[in-house]
């Protein structure tokens, strides 16, 4: 990983004062967390400490130009050297690697020319410490965070939240993935190490110059035959409506590098596949028809492995997978595809939408994996991974009625029963008690017109799905969705029903939840809800 962005330690703690005597002066927010964690509080010194800063930069992705980027560099500052390591091959942020009980610090450096904070998906952190937009950084300025890892072994990632700005900054190149391990996991015996690969799935468009080209910024202007208005209108007509239906780019990028080949040597393998796409959704499947064997979803380990013919991915969700290429000779190489589906999006909009180089529901080779060296080791996956807590729906605070959530569109803006963000607002539905359990119910009723899938995600709460109710026809996309395990996103199409179990258990104060097609959450499709005590 490039270093050269890093500033030196002397020069992050002379401007961090400022930063430190603010959070000193939050009183009551570290008050109430103390209530909650004595063990967030407490005061000895942290395991690890890593500075992490967010910076331009360059890369090379296409012959001539090098592409304008922005990117996350992470050192160790103390603890395990082992706690950080690059991204393979592209420019995405480095693997944070985590353990269960660790106690982190991590003093961010913003030096984007945007404000900019930084959020840790999937992970159970104090509000302070979660990464929520009204915490955002101005260019230039740190950020400490300081928190105990609570959650369990698990694919975690990490990205900006920055109010409205979100899709523009992980468009960029700022995500990365946070592994987190504990014991349970270690006992499993897992492929580890090099047998353990980050697999980042997003969608890219250059414009000229060989940059990359989001939503108004002039993606395709010199390129005819892109998208049902040609060059010129990607900015005007379509760009307005990728900024409402969401963005989809025309190429596949894996780990930050466009047409990935993955090597591999001919051993079992672990692979963590998180959709950081801005809005595109993936139908994976095996290019050989091998079934995929999953082992986790968002927020760990599932009970006993799955088979399934394909698996649906929404943006913000991940899947870990089992792949043993032990039988395969040098050379052999396996596809991952996108199998086709059934475009979710309906009316005007969705005709639009279905226009453009790499259209929602088209079929697609996301990445391709090569074996170039022999192994012997074989691994042996358990077919018993974990055990997780029951989801007792009787036990919840709201037994028998579901909180509401019905995903609307108002004014040509998405929203959450009709309302949009608030930064610091919650409304009297949005307050739930420390230490309940409830039953949310996401309701995705809109009109034909309006028909467009979302993945909704909750901040500080990893819970169970208790069902879907849809009309049962077929679409493809439908009949992949996995609803197994922990999650903290779930996909809820198109005239679906999603109820999720969601327990409140460590911390008060106020967490966002909001739809992670990064566009609609920037357009105001996030609300806050609020733990009290
Ligand atoms: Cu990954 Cu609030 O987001
Ligand atoms: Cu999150
Ligand atoms: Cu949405």
């Known amino acids: ?99 269960k009980g660790q106690r982190v610090r991590i003093e961010f450096d913003n030096q984007l020319p945007d404000p900019a904070i930084v959020h840790w998906h999937g992970l159970h952190l104090p509000e302070a410490m979660d990464g929520h937009p009204r915490y ?26 920055t109010h409205g700005i979100t899709g523009r900054q992980i468009y960029r190149g700022l995500a990365g993935m946070l592994l987190v391990s504990d014991e349970e996991e270690q006992g499993l015996r897992l492929p580890q190490g090099e047998s353990d690969l980050p697999i980042v799935l997003q969608d890219r468009t250059f414009g000229r110059d060989n940059q990359l080209a989001y939503i108004s910024e002039g993606g395709d202007g010199d390129r005819a035959g892109s998208g049902m208005m040609g060059g010129s209108m990607r900015g005007g007509m379509m760009g307005m409506m990728s900024e409402m239906m969401g963005f989809l780019g025309d190429e596949i990028f894996v780990n930050g590098r466009r047409n990935a080949v993955l090597p591999v040597a001919s051993r079992a393998y672990r692979l963590r596949l998180l959709n950081a796409s801005n809005s595109r959704i993936y139908r994976l499947a095996w290019g050989d028809g091998t079934p995929l064997t999953i082992i986790a979803t968002d927020g760990g380990l599932l009970e006993r492995p799955e088979r399934r013919a394909a698996v649906t991915l929404a943006p913000g969700e991940r899947i870990d997978l089992f792949a043993d290429f032990s039988d395969k000779p040098v050379g052999a190489t396996l596809v991952m595809r996108s199998l086709a589906f059934e475009n979710p999006m309906g009316g005007m909009m969705g005709g639009m939408m279905r226009q453009g180089k790499l259209p929602s529901g088209a079929a697609f080779d996301v990445f391709r994996i090569r074996v170039d060296h022999r192994d012997g080791r074989s691994a042996r996956l358990p077919e018993r991974l974990s055990a997780l807590p029951p989801s007792k729906e ?10 509401p959530f019905r995903l609307t569109m108002g004014m040509m803006r998405w929203g959450i029963n009709g309302r949009t963000f608030d930064m610091d607002g919650v409304a009297d539905d949005e307050i739930v008690k420390l230490g309940t359990s409830e039953v949310w119910e996401f309701a995705n009723d809109a009109s034909r017109m309006m028909a467009m899938p979302h993945s909704m995600h909750l901040h500080g709460a990893q819970f169970r799905v208790l069902g879907r109710t849809s009309s049962g026809r077929r679409t493809g996309l439908r009949e992949s969705i996995l609803d197994a395990g922990l999650k903290d996103t779930v996909l809820v199409l198109p005239g679906e029903r999603v109820k999720i179990l969601a327990p409140f258990s460590r911390y008060v104060g106020l967490f966002p939840y909001h739809c992670h097609m990064l566009e609609h959450g920037d357009a105001g499709m996030m609300r806050n809800y609020a733990v009290r005590a």
């Open 136 to 161: 955002a950084v101005g260019p230039g300025k740190p950020y400490v965070y300081e928190f105990e890892v609570i959650n369990r072994a698990g694919s975690y990632w990490y990205h900006p939240h």
């Open 1 to 99: 990983m490039p270093q050269e962005h890093v500033t030196s330690r002397r020069e992050f703690l002379r401007r961090a004062t400022g930063a430190t005597a603010w959070l000193a002066g939050a009183g009551t927010l570290f008050d109430s967390v103390a209530t909650a964690s004595p063990a967030a509080s407490s005061k000895s010194a942290p395991d690890l400490v890593l500075a992490l800063t967010a910076s331009q930069s360059e890369t090379q992705i296409l012959p001539g130009k090098p592409t304008a980027v922005w990117r996350f560099a992470a050192r160790v500052l103390k603890g395990d050297g082992a706690s950080v390591k690059p991204s393979p091959g592209g420019y995405l942020g480095p693997t944070l690697h985590l353990k």
């Open 394 to 403: 009787k036990e919840t605070l709201n037994f028998g009625s579901p909180r």
